[in-house]
Nanobody
Framework: VQLQASGEGLVQPGESLRLSCAAS??????MAWYRQAPGKQRELVAT???????NYADVVKDRFTISRDNARNAVDLQMNNLKPEETGGYYC???????????WGQGTLVTVSS
């Protein structure tokens, strides 16, 4: 199982960035994005199930959109109106449909700074 995140970038406050995570080696029932700010614990940003049901952390609702493309076996995170405190590593996470094990991808760095 491999989860390859991309979309790393430096943006100014209020700007947008799109992250993508390409998965391989399995079919996943749930896919998610987490983030970890410097010196803080990793936190859940958003999840999406195979049928497409989504769930968001309160702090990103109405600004972030998670989506998945089952044909590509990928999950994307569109982030709008980014804030400096949202700087950190963003990590893709997915649960295998068969077996139910969770897997992490490597982080991709998002920097929000003026």
């Amino acid at each position: 199982v491999q989860l390859q995140a991309s979309g790393e970038g430096l943006v100014q406050p209020g700007e947008s960035l799109r992250l993508s995570c390409a998965a391989s080696g399995s079919i996943f029932s749930i896919m998610a994005w987490y983030r970890q700010a410097p010196g803080k614990q990793r936190e859940l940003v958003a999840t999406i199930t195979n049928p497409g049901s989504t769930n968001y952390a309160d702090v990103v609702k109405d600004r972030f959109t998670i989506s998945r493309d089952n044909a590509r076996n990928a999950v994307d995170l569109q982030m709008n109106n980014l804030k400096p405190e949202e700087t950190g590593g963003y990590y893709c996470n997915a649960r295998r449909l068969i077996g139910g094990t969770w897997h992490w991808g490597q982080g991709t760095l998002v920097t929000v700074s003026s």
